[in-house]
């Protein structure tokens, strides 16, 4: 029993002190891989990291870069049509619709037939213009045998001044009849008693697409009603919001990264040709943009919601990434490399003054502890400060 007892103990003994070992081993090795802070420069401590560490954290080295830079003014914005790319198509004189076979969204040429109005009020029309055409070359012919005779003394002036009125009269009746079969897509000069026509075409002014169509098949169409609209896509452009404080910022050319939420990774380049006058009611004014490359015209659909970046005027500047700036206690730093070890590296933070933002960079505004030699750590500097 005595033996037994003995054995137990020691047994427990042993465990205990491997326990103890264990412990103590993991905490060297836990310290031996962290961050260690040590006094240093005027500027503020150095801080150790080691070469496990930096590597587990996926830490990146760089250096400051002296380029063009430029801060992007994100907005939201619509594909807009200008107001000549849109028409209502309407009806000069009314009439019965047939033909009408046309789809909302399906592509028109210009001139194509959009559909008939038939009426029996254009087989009059065309009646009056012959009429008054036919008349008109003997009412020529009269005038001018009148202003003859009253040259010579032998007719009286009140039958010349009749011949005049008869045949200007009529002259004017032929033309404003000519002009009227013109709205109706009648050509009168190849107009002759066998082809008067009681159906006449609507055709479309501008090449686009059917937007809306608001008659049915054997309808009437009242005069100036509403039939179909048309709208063209060859001159789109793009509508953008910006707020009153942005406003003094924003001038004509300006270039504009538009991004499309449908078409992920796809980036057009615009520019801006107008920029609106006064601010409304939300306090924001309108900028329109234009796509100098009309090709990429086909990408866009009236209606279409946009996100874009109004790029600022380009100035020199240093930049690094944004996540090469660490913000502790109010303050902005970076960490550059001072000394690399066998174990690792020294790293000293430097303060720093930051301006504009745009792209995942950042502008340093000029400071004499940095340079494009100085070596800084871009990525990973978040955890080493508090």
């Known amino acids: 029993m005595k033996n037994i007892y003995i054995k137990t103990f020691l047994n427990a003994t042993v465990l205990a002190s491997s326990l103890l070992f264990v412990q103590c081993t993991s905490s ?91 009426n029996t009020d254009f087989i009059r029309l065309q009646q009056d213009y012959l009429e008054a055409s036919s008349q008109l070359n003997y009412l020529k012919a009269e005038f001018e045998r009148q202003e003859t005779l009253f040259g010579e003394k032998i007719a009286s002036q009140k039958n010349y001044l009749k011949a005049e009125a008869d045949y200007q009269a009529t002259k004017a009746k032929a033309e404003s009849l000519k002009r009227q079969l013109a709205l109706i897509n009648i050509n009168a000069d190849q107009l002759k008693p066998e082809n008067i026509r009681s159906k006449v075409p609507v055709l479309s002014p501008i090449a686009g697409f059917v937007d809306g169509i608001h008659l049915v098949q054997g309808s009437f169409l009242s005069v100036g009603g509403k039939a179909m609209t048309v709208i063209s896509k060859e001159h789109l452009h793009i509508e953008l919001v910006v707020f009153e404080k942005d406003a003094g910022n924003i001038h004509k050319g300006q270039k504009v990264l538009v991004t499309i939420p449908d078409i992920p990774g796809k980036t ?24 100098p490359d009309e090709k990429e015209d086909a990408l866009l659909f009236p209606g279409m919601f946009l996100e874009a970046k109004l790029i600022q005027d380009p100035k ?68 080493l400060l508090p």
Not at 93 to 99: A, E, I, L, N, P
């Open 268 to 291: 057009l380049e615009a520019e801006v040709f107008v920029v609106g006058q006064s601010i409304n009611n939300e306090r924001q004014i309108n900028v329109h943009a234009h796509l």
């Open 316 to 383: 020199e500047a240093w930049v690094v990434p944004v996540t090469s700036v660490v913000v502790s206690e109010g303050e902005s730093y970076v960490l550059v490399q001072r000394e690399k070890t066998e174990v690792g590296f020294k790293l000293e933070k430097i303060a720093v003054k930051t301006g504009l933002e745009s792209d995942g960079m950042i502008e340093l505004l000029p400071n004499e502890a940095l340079d494009e030699n100085t070596v800084i750590l871009t990525y990973g500097g978040f955890n």
């Open 28 to 118: 060297g090795e836990s310290d031996s891989d962290g961050v260690e802070v040590e006094a240093g420069t005027s500027s503020g401590p150095f801080i150790t990291v080691s070469q496990k560490q930096f590597e587990t954290m996926k830490m990146k080295w760089g250096s400051p870069k002296m380029e063009e830079f430029s801060e992007g003014l994100s907005v939201q914005g619509m594909v807009k049509v200008p107001v000549e790319g849109i028409q209502e198509i309407s009806a000069f004189f009314g009439g019965y619709v047939s033909g009408l076979n046309k789809l909302e969204g399906e592509p028109v040429r210009k001139g194509e037939v959009l559909f008939y109005l038939e």
